[in-house]
């Protein structure tokens, strides 16, 4: 059996490269909705954080999720965040 080729991601924070799956990605779409992806198969820009405030806090300290989606991200997707991570 051939091992499969797992997706690694760096997180915003921390900037730490893990695993794709133990992320929380947040993405901007062509329409410039900007949302949390539960399933991280969303077309559009993606940006990922992993699921630990400190993570968060680092991220939204720095507005790196606002560099990384090139884009002024609304308050209250860093407010449905954070309510998610605590």
Do not use: H, N, W
Request: aromatic share 6%.
């Amino acid at each position: 059996m051939r091992k499969r080729k797992v997706p690694k991601r760096m997180c915003i924070g921390c900037q730490e490269m893990k695993a794709k799956k133990e992320f929380i990605r947040v993405v901007k779409t062509q329409e410039e909705d900007i949302f949390i992806d539960p399933t991280g198969k969303q077309p559009g820009r993606g940006a990922y954080i992993c699921p630990e405030l400190e993570c968060f806090k680092k991220a939204y300290k720095s507005k790196r999720l606002d560099k990384a989606l090139k884009t002024a991200v609304p308050e209250d997707v860093y407010q449905i965040l954070e309510d998610r991570l605590k």
